[in-house]
């Protein structure tokens, strides 16, 4: 299995405090990127990492933030969370660094976040 | 907008059975996943294709580019196979993008 843990597994807080999610990879990928989960939507891609410092937006990238500041971690940050930002958070990596195979995605085991 | 649709969405089998899952999808692509996700589990890779056909065990992965269309077959089917199915496609050129999901297929196996 891929080294990638998630922190915290489960969360609850309330509306409007800030809430930051890690993602911390072993494997020296140099990409990493952020899902979420949600029933009738699957999964949908909120913002991706291409290197350190190098970020950009996915589809439902509204309401969040993130940082990447060394290899090995991803952080998404809520900065005031929503009753609609409930959800299971996946990150994933993939090494991208040659040929086709490179880019299969190795996942995490999930955050669950929960607004109220 | 690249949509991926998965049919059918929920699927109740007899162990034992030959199982088909369905992706088709609407533009061009680099590469498809299967993925495999067990309740309250966390998500793992079937398979990575762009042509052709793989084999893992009691598995098998086709896709037909021309279509647009990819299959995810079961043999001989059993209680352990129980799980979403989770169709995920790379746009052709996007290397570093992430992946576009379908939105699964439920798949129960009674023994």
């Known amino acids: 299995d891929a080294g990638i843990t998630q922190s915290p597994r489960h969360k609850v807080t309330e509306t409007g405090t800030p809430v930051t999610l890690r993602c911390h990879q072993t494997e020296n990928h140099r990409y990493m990127y952020w899902y979420r989960q949600d029933p009738g939507h699957g999964l949908r891609l909120i913002h991706y990492?291409?290197?350190?410092?190098?970020?950009d937006k996915g589809e439902v990238s509204d309401g969040y933030s993130v940082s990447r500041s060394k290899t090995e971690d991803f952080l998404l940050t809520l900065e005031s969370a929503t009753s609609s930002q409930t959800s299971v958070y996946f990150c994933a990596i993939s090494s991208g660094n040659r040929g086709l195979s490179s880019w299969e995605q190795y996942f995490g085991p999930g955050t669950r976040l929960t607004v109220t | 907008k690249n949509e991926v649709e998965q049919s059918p969405q929920n699927l109740t089998a007899q162990e034992g059975e030959f199982i088909t899952i369905n992706c088709s999808y609407s533009?061009?692509?680099?590469?498809l996943h299967w993925l495999q996700q067990h309740p309250g589990g966390g998500i793992v890779s079937l398979f990575m294709?762009?042509?052709g056909k793989k084999k893992h065990g009691r598995l098998i992965a086709t896709i037909n580019i021309q279509e647009k269309h990819s299959s995810l077959h079961i043999t001989a089917s059993h209680p352990r196979d129980s799980a979403v199915y989770i169709c995920?496609?790379?746009?052709?050129?996007?290397?570093?993008?992430?992946?576009?999901f379908g939105k699964g297929t439920h798949l129960i196996i009674q023994p």
């Open positions: 990492s291409y290197g350190v410092k190098d970020t």
């Open positions: 294709l762009s042509s």
């Open positions: 995920a496609v790379r746009y052709s050129g996007g290397g570093a993008d992430g992946l576009t």
């Open positions: 533009v061009g692509i680099s590469a």
